[in-house]
């Protein structure tokens, strides 16, 4: 029990969630080498570089493949052991890139310094603060010119609406940068200096003693000041705060000179929470006790294009995993034996054996999970909290090319549904189906499966992005709804407007006052 304990407790099991572009992929690499697992940078890079027919799913399996096998990677730094779980952007964003986020502890986001908050980092934000979860900041590409230190926080704390704690403070930037002024560690990391002699210990008043070959008289005096004025006009550090998602520990470095990664590492292994305990039907469940639990955040659908086999991707919440053991699956109180699971590596997936509570191992599945699905070896079957619905912003729709096949259709669009591969409304009145989802990926995977595995091509008419709000208001009905604001009903029946732009949800909501919206991605 101790041993599992001391297990659970080492486990640090997070995200790294930025724009494209900023720098997680280099940062990624970065961590995996401190931590041993991969011998070469460049190794996570090469998944990425492949450029494919996105019309193709099989070409885009086919590149896949690594990215399939490092979208989990695990090491072991100082003690700890290390999850960090992979969010994919740019054509791959999708529902599951939201839903990873409900299986980590904590996240990291990488801020470019010279662009400040963009798009995707805002939308992920968004999704860990719904969980509150801690989130911590590193501003990245310091040995470029960007913008100015304290005008990046004041934007961080702006545009995210929470208070911020700079760790330490960059030292000029671009061709001009010195290093990193310490406050946490108290002293100062140079730049441009062997690796022994890159630190200046800071004394009590977190000043240089006596003076120091090489450095900049001006930026030290600058750099004094600016600290001093954190000191009296910025947040006070609490590790409380910081636990319940409240402040931001804000990190500045350049991943892909390596320089200020390890002093990040260091410092966030020893703030980042450990596996917490996870809301369930049968209340808090804690991940240090025998009984083996975790949930389904994502399916990976036609890993091998030859079988219809996919791979579930089960964050184990309590207990210890062992190979051909028995759980039960809550949804339906199926007794199964977990045989075939897989746990990730960056360079190879490895047949895993044994993991514990804040790991992630992937599961085999035939069809038999749904998204949310949880597995559990107790005797007394519960179900971990549903995972939030987050809200589409792009639609098509959607109708079989066979009208003959309508079958199929349905069973099809049903099951991927229910799955949870994308999100389902139907219109009101004249009753025809829309597609919902939050990364074109998800339409192309749709198409492929629908294809594949239930031998329906369909017909998908692009409606392009929309604002999707929902209402409970028994004042609806049909007379609201009109091309810029199109009224349909999602699969649990609830009704949605999709509104073509902000303007319409304004005009629509000044002309409807009573009808209430909310954003389900708000409501938390
Ligand atoms: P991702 O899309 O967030 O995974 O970003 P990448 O890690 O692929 O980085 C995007 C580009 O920024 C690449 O050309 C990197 O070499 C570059 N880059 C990443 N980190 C730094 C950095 O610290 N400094 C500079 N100058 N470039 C960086």
């Known amino acids: 029990m101790t041993n599992l304990k001391e297990q659970i407790e080492s486990r640090r099991t997070f995200a790294i969630i930025s724009h494209p572009d900023a720098g997680k992929t280099t940062l990624t690499e970065k961590l995996l080498l401190f931590g041993g ?123 995210l609406g929470i208070e911020s704690y700079p760790m330490n403070w960059p030292m000029g930037m671009g061709k001009d940068f010195f290093g990193i002024y310490d406050r946490f560690y108290n002293r100062i990391e140079m730049f441009k200096a062997e690796e022994e002699q890159r630190f200046i210990p800071l004394n009590e008043d977190g000043e240089v003693e006596g003076s120091h070959p090489g450095m900049d008289e001006v930026l030290y005096e600058q750099t004094l000041e600016e600290v001093m004025l954190l000191n009296e006009a910025g947040n006070e550090f609490s590790r409380e705060k910081v636990l319940n998602g409240e402040l931001i520990p804000v990190f500045f470095g350049s991943a892909l000179t390596n320089f200020g990664v390890q002093t990040f590492l260091d410092t966030y292994l020893q703030f980042a929470p450990m596996p917490s305990p996870r809301e369930s039907s049968a209340g808090p469940i804690e991940p240090v006790q025998e009984t083996f639990s975790g949930f389904i955040f994502k399916i990976q659908a036609n890993m091998n294009p030859m079988h219809r086999d996919r791979i579930a991707f089960f964050r184990i919440c309590s207990g ?94 049903n099951q991927l549904v229910q799955e949870g591969a994308i999100q389902l409304f139907k219109t009101v009145g004249i009753e025809s189906y829309i597609l919902g989802a939050v990364g074109q990926l998800q339409f192309e995977v749709f198409e492929h499966r629908m294809k594949n595995e239930y031998n329906t091509e369909v017909i998908m008419e692009r409606m392009g992005d929309k604002i999707a709000r929902w209402t409970t208001s028994d004042k609806v009905d049909e007379k609201l709804s009109s091309s810029r604001s199109m009224l349909v009903r999602d699969r649990y029946d609830q009704y949605a407007f999709l509104f073509e732009n902000d303007f319409a949800l304004r005009w629509f909501q000044e002309k409807n006052p009573d009808v209430e919206l909310y954003n389900p991605m708000d409501q938390h």
């Open 320 to 413: 210890k995993f062992e190979r051909g053991m028995n759980v039960t699956l809550s949804r339906t109180g199926k007794p199964m034996k977990l045989n075939n699971s897989t746990q990730f590596l960056a360079e190879e997936r490895n047949n895993v054996s044994e993991a514990v509570a804040g790991d992630i191992i992937g599961l085999y599945d035939t069809g038999t999970y749904q998204i949310g699905d949880t597995l559990t070896s107790g005797k007394e079957a519960f179900s971990f909290e549903k995972l939030p619905q987050f809200t589409p912003e792009m639609f098509v729709r959607v109708s079989a090319k066979n009208v003959l096949k309508q079958k199929h259709f349905h069973k099809g669009i």
């Open 37 to 159: 697992a991969i011998r070469d940078a460049g190794t996570v890079k090469g998944r990425k570089t492949g450029k494919y027919a996105t019309s193709d799913w099989m070409e885009i399996e086919k590149q896949r493949g690594i990215s399939v096998t490092s979208s989990v990677m695990q090491f072991d730094y100082n003690g700890t052991r290390v999850n960090i779980l992979d969010t994919p952007g740019h054509q791959d964003f999708s529902e599951d890139t939201y839903r990873t986020l409900m299986a980590v502890d904590s996240a990291v986001m990488i801020i470019d310094a010279a662009k400040g908050i963009e798009a995707q980092t805002l939308k992920l934000f968004k999704v860990c603060r719904m969980r509150g979860i801690p989130i911590f900041t590193f501003i990245n590409k310091m040995d470029r010119q960007g913008k100015m230190p304290l005008e990046l926080l004041a934007e961080l704390e702006e545009v």
